[in-house]
């Protein structure tokens, strides 16, 4: 779907004016994603390359849609939560 002359090339923009929104969720509390978290990177690093793909194929990025669904940490999640995690 993201080849040259379809996405992101002269002439590819096939998705040029289209959204994009990321929809996920995590198993994991909110804690684990951070540098010192079980998953080292915080979710705007992991989310880093669908933003950058957007932005190449021309398209208009939506807030991502997070949605965290193990233990905070308060409740023996792991770690501490991150400010600015989205």
Known sequence: ????????????????????RSV?????????YCPGGY???SMVDILRPFKLTAAMC??????PNP?????PAEAGGIGKPC????
């Open 1 to 20: 779907m993201l080849s040259r002359d379809f996405a992101n090339s002269m002439g590819g923009n096939a998705l040029a004016g289209k959204y994009w």
């Open 24 to 32: 996920l969720t995590t198993g994991e509390p909110e804690g684990a």
């Open 39 to 41: 998953n080292r990177y």
């Open 58 to 63: 021309h398209m208009h990025r939506l807030t």
């Open 67 to 71: 949605g965290i669904l193990g233990p």
């Open 83 to 86: 400010h600015g995690l989205w």
